[in-house]
């Protein structure tokens, strides 16, 4: 069993920064493919960023040029830098592991 917890949301202005985190525990070297996903109000959870153990990475459209996703594999820790965030970035967040395990989600909310 993997447990993921997310933090860093927050609420920020249009143009600011956000990092996100997710620290997993438990049978935490299984996670060698991370995933950050999102989900607006009224909307389906849509991915938004991927990480290997060997740190092949990948992004949606949307963010790509403004988020940044990287790992820390001696503190079983995935990171996601958002920048230049813009109002339709406002969701909650989640991260998993290997398309099994979800965190319970961070909310971030952009807006003047």
């Known amino acids: 069993q993997v447990q993921l917890v997310e933090s860093g949301g927050g609420l920020v202005q249009p143009g600011g920064s956000l990092r996100l985190s997710c620290a997993a525990s438990?049978?935490?070297?299984?996670?060698?493919?991370m995933y950050w996903y999102r989900q607006a109000p009224g909307k389906e959870r849509e991915w938004v960023a991927t990480?290997?153990?060997?740190?092949?990475?990948n992004y949606a459209n949307s963010v790509k040029g403004r988020f940044t996703i990287s790992r820390d594999n001696a503190k079983n820790t995935v990171y996601l830098q958002m920048n230049s965030l813009k109002p339709e970035d406002t969701a909650v967040y989640y991260c998993?592991?290997?398309?099994?395990?979800w965190g319970q989600g961070t909310q971030v909310t952009v807006s003047p």
């Open positions: 998993n592991c290997q398309g099994a395990y």
């Open positions: 438990g049978i935490a070297f299984s996670c060698n493919t």
């Open positions: 990480i290997t153990s060997v740190r092949y990475i």
